[in-house]
Each structure stands twice: as structure tokens, then as C-alpha cells.
């Protein structure tokens, strides 16, 4: 049995979601990556990344999941670049089941789309969903597990993950 389960994917493709029914449904305990990172600092997404930029926050995120990852029994929501370092990919690797949730673009624009504390997503979100996309195409690949949410409603999502713990 995985000591955790650890959800990646794009953002908008249903982790927080997903991963709140699943840890639910399995006892055990669930922690958002952003809010963990929130709380630990007392600032925003948006405002660490508008003070001290994206590398200070991608640390506070390699920071969260060394800590976070030391624990048992807990479905981990990841940001959606937190796959974009090589620590933090190993790191999740060694302490637990990766699930890559995907969905198409379209999906993900319908998602995010009124979802103002999102700052890689200033202008247009459309533009800035696919930009993020393209260079992201592969960075999830690294997961062993692919689950598309597209047409899944997030009960199912779940199921299928437990399911694959099981197996």
C-alpha cells in the first residue's frame, strides 16, 4: 500500500476536487499544496508572485512537499507546476502513488475561467491556458498513473483512483 496519493496535472483538471472525495472516501487526510503553502507563509499565491516572483513561490512549493511528503495516509493536490522540478517529481515519486489528472484545453479554459487568483493566468485566459499548455505538454508524463477527467464526474474520478490503490 502507497503511504500517500499525490494528484498532478494542469490546473483546472479537478485535483483539489478529486482529491477531497477520494481522502474522504479512503480516512484519510487531505492537503491543497497552495493552501499548505498560504498558510505556512501568510500570503497569497497572487501576491507572493507579484513581490517576490515565481522562483520564490516554487520554492515554498519543493519546501511544502519535502515536508508534507514525510507524512502517511494523504492525498496531496499539487500546484499545477509543481512538476516542473526535478526534486519535486523525484519527491513525490519516492513517497507515493502519482496521478496525472488531464483534461482538454477547452475543458480547463471553462474551469479556471472566473478564477481570478490564478496569476499565471492574467490576460487572456484562453491565450494564456494554451501558451501553458504547449510548454507543459510532457510534464506530467512522469506520473504512472493518467486519469482524463474530461467526462468524469469527480465521484468517479475518485473511485478510479481508489480502485488503483487497491490493485
Not at 79 to 93: D, H, I, K, S
Amino acid at each position: 500500500m502507497q503511504r500517500n496519493i499525490v494528484l498532478v496535472g494542469f490546473m483546472g483538471t479537478g485535483k483539489t476536487t478529486v482529491g477531497r472525495i477520494l481522502a474522504n472516501r479512503l480516512g484519510w487526510t487531505f492537503t491543497d499544496t497552495d493552501a499548505f503553502i498560504q498558510e505556512q507563509t501568510g500570503m497569497t499565491i497572487s501576491r507572493m508572485f507579484e513581490e517576490h516572483g515565481e522562483a520564490f513561490f516554487r520554492e515554498r512549493e519543493t519546501e511544502a512537499l519535502q515536508e508534507l511528503l514525510q507524512r502517511r495516509n494523504q492525498v496531496v493536490s499539487t500546484g499545477g507546476g509543481a512538476v516542473l522540478l526535478e526534486e519535486n517529481r523525484r519527491l513525490m515519486l519516492e513517497n507515493g502513488l502519482v496521478v496525472a489528472m488531464k483534461a482538454e484545453e477547452a475543458v480547463i479554459v471553462e474551469r479556471v475561467r472566473g478564477d481570478k487568483g490564478r496569476p499565471l493566468l492574467q490576460g487572456d485566459v484562453v491565450e494564456r491556458v494554451h501558451t501553458l499548455v504547449e510548454a507543459r505538454r510532457h510534464a506530467y508524463d512522469f506520473a504512472p498513473v493518467q486519469l482524463h477527467t474530461d467526462r468524469l464526474p469527480p465521484e468517479e474520478a475518485a473511485r478510479r483512483i481508489e480502485e488503483m490503490l487497491e490493485a
